[in-house]
């Protein structure tokens, strides 16, 4: 299953259909790892061009596998191949990120041998390259058969960047082979009920009825397919009745648990999912402002909530850098605010697996001081008693545990209030989950009242 629910076929698509198919998910891959764009945008633009969804979902299973093993299988065709192939040309390159379209298939997907890799060499002269055919077909061949080269190099063999696991040794020892696994993991589909309008319950019912089996999690509203399924050919899509939302991101409004008829600040709010869960949780009589920088994701957000209308409660979105507080803020105080910050997304590796070759550690000092900036601005917006959560997807302590630690050392009226063990690991300054735990992603809260 695609990580947005799409479902991916079991067998491929006929010769040539099956051919130019591999050639897009080789294309998708040029886009990510060589030219540096975002997963998400590119497949965006590429899959609308596939008519049938079980094409769709084929590519997009191929780029994941491809994406999430990068590291391992250049390791592998660096040992089976006597010199790189040529690079000269755009095509050049669609044609040598074949060779890891073809890898994940055998590999990651456990496609039938013999149609990957004949509709991987198909590709390979689709593209007028019949003159590496032959090498195709020889590589390919030879990883069906015996062992393939294993590296010294436990980054390597898992395919994440040195730097992030030299972190992840300092900062979760013992958990490393874990967090590693469930990064490599295909992510698992979670929902949300568009509670109390539509109670998780009947959701489930209607389901099952549809033949979908799901299960509860941690959090109150959720539900996760135990099957592969569209979200959107569910019953009860087209009513706004659930959205997609992983357990740790739904989590992170119970963590904040505003009252009903609070006053809400949700300042870093694309995509949407917590403001749906802020609004249904404040009620007719409560209030929630969003805020998010970029105008397009911001009207993702509108639409979310127009499509959902998950509650009587004012809502407003806005336009800004919510640490801009003189830019946008009215001067009256907020009950509650959460603050899902900008943050590295190592928590969330197996959803977005493009961020192992976009990230770089120099990125995480700039992050956390956009973190801190946040933080700083914000909480002086609560009134007393009211509450703060600091959020993140990240499971560095840098941007956590420790971010919140110099919070409170800096900020003589903010007090840390604990949370429930269902909320993570404790840090000793907010809760850690790691990715998988509960099926969840990784993901850190505090929760940090104005006294």
Same mark, same amino acid.
């Given at each position: 299953?695609? +990580?947005d629910?799409r479902a991916?076929?079991?067998?491929p698509?006929? @010769?040539r259909?099956?051919?130019?198919?591999? /050639?897009?998910?080789?294309r998708?891959?040029?886009a990510?790892?060589?030219d540096g764009?975002?997963?998400? @945008?590119v497949?965006?633009?590429?899959?609308?061009?596939?008519?049938?969804?079980?094409?769709?979902?084929?590519i997009?299973?191929?780029?994941?596998?491809?994406l999430?093993?990068?590291?391992?299988?250049?390791?592998?065709?660096?040992?089976?191949?006597?010199?790189?192939?040529?690079?000269?040309s755009?095509?050049?390159r669609?044609?040598?990120?074949?060779?890891?379209?073809g890898l994940s298939?055998?590999?990651?997907l456990?496609?039938?041998?013999?149609?990957?890799?004949?509709a991987?060499?198909?590709a390979?002269?689709?593209?007028?390259?019949?003159g590496?055919?032959?090498?195709?077909? /020889?590589?390919l061949r030879?990883a069906? =058969?015996?062992?393939? &080269?294993?590296?010294?190099?436990?980054?390597?063999q898992t395919s994440? &960047?040195?730097?992030?696991?030299?972190?992840?040794?300092?900062d979760?020892?013992?958990?490393?082979?874990?967090?590693? /696994?469930?990064?490599?993991?295909?992510?698992?589909?979670?929902?949300r009920?568009?509670?109390?309008?539509?109670?998780?319950?009947?959701?489930?019912?209607?389901?099952?009825?549809?033949g979908?089996a799901?299960e509860?999690?941690?959090?109150?509203?959720?539900?996760?397919?135990l099957?592969r399924?569209?979200?959107?050919?569910?019953?009860?899509?087209?009513?706004?009745?659930?959205h997609v939302?992983?357990l740790? +991101?739904q989590?992170a409004?119970?963590a904040?648990?505003p009252?009903?008829?609070? =006053?809400v600040?949700d300042?870093?709010?694309? &995509?949407?999912?917590?403001?749906?869960?802020l609004?249904?949780?404040?009620?007719?009589?409560?209030?929630v402002?969003?805020?998010d920088?970029d105008?397009?994701?911001?009207? =993702?957000?509108?639409?979310?909530?127009?499509?959902a209308?998950?509650?009587?409660?004012?809502?407003e979105?806005?336009?800004?850098d919510?640490?801009?507080v003189?830019?946008?803020h009215?001067?009256?105080?907020?009950?509650?605010?959460l603050?899902?910050s900008?943050?590295?997304?190592t928590?969330?590796?197996?959803?977005? &697996?493009?961020?192992?070759?976009?990230?770089?550690e @120099?990125?995480i000092?700039?992050l956390a001081?956009t973190?801190g900036?946040?933080?700083?601005?914000l909480?002086?917006?609560l009134?007393p008693?009211?509450?703060?959560?600091?959020?993140?997807?990240s499971?560095?302590?840098?941007?956590?545990?420790a971010?919140?630690?110099a919070?409170?050392?800096?900020?003589?009226?903010?007090?840390?209030?604990?949370?429930?063990?269902?909320?993570?690991?404790?840090t000793g300054?907010?809760?850690?989950?790691?990715?998988g735990?509960d099926?969840?992603?990784?993901?850190?809260?505090?929760?940090?009242?104005?006294?």
């Amino acid at each position: 299953m695609s +990580a947005d629910g799409r479902a991916h076929p079991a067998a491929p698509a006929p @010769t040539r259909a099956g051919a130019a198919l591999r /050639a897009e998910a080789a294309r998708v891959l040029v886009a990510v790892l060589d030219d540096g764009r975002s997963l998400k @945008t590119v497949l965006a633009e590429v899959l609308p061009r596939w008519n049938d969804p079980r094409d769709r979902g084929l590519i997009e299973a191929i780029v994941f596998a491809a994406l999430r093993h990068e590291r391992r299988y250049a390791f592998v065709l660096s040992r089976w191949l006597s010199r790189p192939l040529p690079v000269v040309s755009a095509k050049d390159r669609v044609v040598a990120r074949l060779l890891l379209v073809g890898l994940s298939q055998l590999d990651a997907l456990g496609l039938a041998p013999h149609a990957a890799v004949g509709a991987t060499v198909d590709a390979v002269k689709l593209l007028g390259r019949e003159g590496l055919a032959g090498l195709f077909n /020889a590589v390919l061949r030879k990883a069906t =058969r015996g062992a393939w &080269p294993v590296s010294t190099s436990p980054a390597i063999q898992t395919s994440h &960047p040195d730097w992030l696991l030299a972190r992840l040794e300092v900062d979760w020892p013992g958990r490393v082979e874990a967090i590693l /696994a469930a990064n490599n993991a295909e992510a698992p589909v979670w929902l949300r009920a568009n509670a109390p309008r539509v109670p998780r319950e009947a959701l489930a019912r209607r389901w099952a009825d549809a033949g979908v089996a799901s299960e509860p999690g941690v959090a109150a509203d959720s539900l996760r397919l135990l099957e592969r399924a569209n979200p959107a050919l569910l019953p009860g899509y087209d009513e706004g009745a659930f959205h997609v939302q992983d357990l740790a +991101a739904q989590l992170a409004v119970e963590a904040l648990a505003p009252a009903p008829g609070a =006053r809400v600040l949700d300042a870093c709010a694309a &995509p949407g999912g917590k403001t749906l869960g802020l609004l249904a949780a404040v009620g007719a009589a409560g209030e929630v402002l969003a805020l998010d920088v970029d105008a397009r994701r911001l009207e =993702r957000v509108r639409s979310l909530v127009a499509w959902a209308q998950p509650s009587g409660a004012h809502f407003e979105a806005r336009v800004a850098d919510a640490a801009n507080v003189p830019a946008w803020h009215d001067g009256s105080p907020f009950d509650a605010i959460l603050v899902d910050s900008p943050c590295s997304a190592t928590g969330i590796l197996r959803r977005q &697996p493009d961020i192992k070759s976009h990230r770089r550690e @120099t990125d995480i000092g700039p992050l956390a001081a956009t973190q801190g900036r946040l933080l700083d601005a914000l909480f002086p917006l609560l009134r007393p008693g009211g509450r703060l959560l600091y959020a993140t997807c990240s499971v560095l302590r840098e941007e956590n545990d420790a971010q919140v630690a110099a919070f409170l050392a800096r900020t003589p009226a903010a007090r840390l209030v604990p949370l429930e063990a269902r909320f993570g690991l404790d840090t000793g300054h907010g809760r850690q989950r790691l990715p998988g735990d509960d099926g969840g992603d990784g993901f850190f809260y505090a929760l940090i009242e104005r006294a």
